[in-house]
């Protein structure tokens, strides 16, 4: 046992074989004079077995190769093996194509240490960190619009994750419920950050450009996520998407009331939007966002920002309106349904990260990592 290493660094690779000997080498700089060891787990249908096999002869650190002949749950499941296999419970996975800078591991332990956080997550989007290797605009879009829509369905497990998104980072095997994880693809933080309330920290990161090689994002790829976003967490905003669909059939009900007792068809949309308004926000703290509301703002100040914000969605939404029925000849109706539709999800990530978004406690823990009121309770109960 005293023989164990105080790190296992987990790479899972598909075709990375120009990268290996470049990123053991600075994993190795990095990491001197610390326990360690390096294991790929690779799904590779290239020469890299054989290169991480004649890189782990000459290497100063211990490099260990899972070959997967039949991969199971992409990255995800690639990363899984990984960490039940490592010699050590302190895991640090990223990817093997050097845009997860090696040199930023002694931060991850450093902070593993000093917070004792279940997690440390090396994010792009907090203090000096950056996405620079993320190729072109389109790709920095994607990547920025997903980790939106992530947070805002997990808005309390991912309080402290300013990049769940993220393939780099360290967890802490002995407290992540291992059994519990169903990878699908290649966001594994986000299945590990999902499925348990875990104690995270951050330290920043500026992701790379690759070293060498192609990249492996592709349509398939952004699919598997969906997927896998929707698998965890399809419930909450299902019921959001309820209550906007009784709420889009009531605003398009008392609309057609309206213009049918011969109200102006932009007066009838202005009083069924506000009606409707206030009926959405009843039945969400009822029924979508009641286990939040106890660590969010008052009542009042949440009905303020959502009210403030579906009326100025409407300001928006109603001139949309005016121009499909006058320019385009769009039926009125079906009009108001259209811009209903595209409203829902502006409205969604709002109250999810805005109006519901918990009170930040002024409180840190004697560790660092920032806790809520009954988390702290618990702790000194314990």
């Given amino acids: 046992m005293a023989n164990l290493p105080e790190v296992t660094v987990v790479v899972p690779t598909f075709n990375e074989s120009m990268n290996v000997a470049e990123l053991v080498r600075r994993i190795a700089d990095a990491l001197e004079g ?33 070959h997967r002949e039949k991969p199971v749950g992409g990255l995800g499941g690639a990363v899984l093996e990984g960490i039940k296999s490592a010699r050590s419970d302190v895991c640090v996975v990223m990817d093997g194509d ?47 619009a997903s980790t939106l829509a992530t947070k805002s369905m997990f808005p309390l497990r991912l309080r402290n994750c300013s990049d769940p998104m993220t ?10 419920e291992l059994q519990t994880l169903r990878p699908r693809g290649f966001k594994i933080l986000l299945e590990i950050l999902a499925r348990q309330s875990l104690r995270v920290s951050e330290v920043p990161f500026r992701f790379a450009e690759r070293h ?28 959001f ?18 213009t049918q007792a011969g109200v102006d068809y932009i007066a ?32 009042r100040l949440r009905f303020l920002k959502s009210f403030t914000f579906n009326n100025a969605e409407a300001v928006i939404r109603i001139p949309i309106l005016a121009l499909l029925v006058e320019t ?9 349904g259209i811009t209903l539709v595209a409203a829902f999800f502006a409205r969604f990530f709002f109250h999810s990260l805005v109006v ?13 990592v920032l806790m809520l009121p009954e988390e702290r309770a618990s702790q000194r109960s314990a």
């Fill in 98 to 144: 050097l845009q997860h800078p090696p040199e930023v591991i002694p931060l991850l332990l450093n902070s593993h240490t000093t917070t004792d956080a279940d997690v440390v997550v090396a994010s792009r989007y907090t203090g000096d960190g950056a996405a620079d290797g993320l190729a072109g605009a389109v790709r920095m879009m994607v990547s920025k």
């Fill in 268 to 299: 009838a949309a202005i009083v069924a939007a506000e009606v409707t308004i206030i009926g959405n926000f009843l039945l969400q703290e009822r029924f979508i966002f009641r286990e939040m509301i106890g660590q969010a703002s008052t009542t």
């Fill in 167 to 176: 393939g780099f980072f360290l967890i802490d095997r002995r407290r992540i």
């Fill in 212 to 239: 060498a090689g192609e990249s492996k994002a592709s349509l398939r790829q952004g699919v598997h996520f969906l997927t896998q976003l929707t698998a965890l967490r399809f419930g909450k905003m299902s019921g």
């Fill in 328 to 336: 385009w000849h769009v039926s009125s109706v079906f009009a108001a």
């Fill in 34 to 66: 610390t326990p360690s060891e390096v294991l790929f787990v690779d799904d590779s249908t290239d020469e890299t077995p054989r290169v991480i096999e004649e890189v782990a002869a000459l290497s100063p650190i211990s490099v260990r190769l899972i």
């Fill in 241 to 258: 998407a309820l209550i906007g669909a009784l709420g889009a059939a009531a605003n398009l009900a008392i609309m057609w009331g309206l």
């Fill in 356 to 368: 519901y978004a918990p009170r930040r406690s002024k409180t840190a823990s004697a560790d660092g």
